[in-house]
């Protein structure tokens, strides 16, 4: 079992930045994909990026593509999502998720990922 913890979020105005982190349990960590996603009040949960488990790899939506950036210290068991020029439209729960196989894909689909954090509220105003 995984659990993941994020944090970071908050209540920004337009052009701010935050960074998001996602703390895991689990020794296995390093061998995870860490996607994160966001859901906004009416819409569906959508892929924001995606890292495979050496870094090496990673995905982004087109929405936030040269916005945000995502990382993983896996000494620390930790990704990060490093959210520059943010944007009303980017209002939304952000939530981690970690997938345990395919460490050479990043896959953009939700039911793709085996354990997932409870969100952290980011909200952009104008």
């Known amino acids: 079992q995984v659990q993941l913890v994020e944090s970071g979020g908050g209540l920004v105005q337009t052009g701010d930045s935050l960074r998001l982190s996602c703390q895991a349990s689990?020794?296995?960590?390093?061998?995870?994909?860490i996607g994160w996603f966001r859901q906004a009040p009416g819409k569906e949960r959508e892929f924001v990026a995606g890292?495979?488990?050496?870094?090496?790899?990673?995905g982004y939506s087109d929405s936030v593509k040269g916005r945000f950036t995502i990382s993983r210290d896996n000494a620390k068991s930790t990704g990060y999502l490093q959210m520059n020029s943010l944007k009303p439209e980017d209002t939304a729960v952000y939530y981690c998720?970690?997938?345990?196989?395919?460490?050479?894909?990043?896959?953009?689909?939700?039911?793709?990922?085996?354990?997932w954090g409870q969100g952290t509220q980011v909200t952009v105003s104008s």
């Open positions: 998720a970690v997938r345990a196989s395919g460490r050479y894909t990043v896959p953009q689909r939700g039911d793709e990922y085996d354990y």
């Open positions: 689990g020794r296995t960590f390093s061998t995870y994909v």
């Open positions: 890292i495979n488990w050496s870094g090496g790899i990673k």
